[in-house]
């Protein structure tokens, strides 16, 4: 079984930066595609970034050029560096992973394992 845990978020103002952290346990097969999504309230959830199986990367286009998807060696912790914060990034931050093969693909299909979520407010 995966578990999944994010860490990070917290308050900050526009322009600010931000490192989210999600801690990944359980068999490596398993979540060989990981990614952050992100859901405001009265929105739709979006994904924000996803790091595929072949370490391919693929960014929402809200987001391109301000964050950045990364693992460390090992794949047991993903990373969402966030620069340059506006206030429409506020929302819960969730990472998701899977034995995926859909490559950068931003949806949510594939992604078996969700965290609990951290929540990120920008303000203005």
């Known amino acids: 079984q995966v578990q999944l845990v994010e860490s990070g978020g917290g308050s900050v103002q526009a322009g600010g930066s931000l490192r989210l952290s999600c801690a990944a346990s359980?068999?490596?097969?398993?979540?060989?595609?990981m990614a952050w999504f992100r859901q405001a309230p009265g929105n739709e959830g979006e994904g924000v970034a996803v790091?595929?199986?072949?370490?391919?990367?693929g960014y929402a286009d809200s987001v391109k050029g301000r964050f950045t998807i990364s693992q460390d060696n090992a794949k047991n912790t993903l990373y969402l560096q966030m620069h340059s914060l506006r206030p429409e990034d506020s929302a819960m931050y969730c990472c998701?992973?899977?034995?995926?093969?859909?490559?950068?693909?931003?949806?949510?299909?594939?992604?078996?394992?969700w965290g609990q979520g951290t929540q990120v407010n920008v303000s203005s």
């Open positions: 998701a992973a899977g034995p995926r093969a859909y490559g950068v693909d931003l949806s949510r299909r594939g992604f078996r394992y």
């Open positions: 359980g068999p490596t097969y398993l979540r060989d595609s």
């Open positions: 790091v595929a199986s072949d370490g391919a990367t």
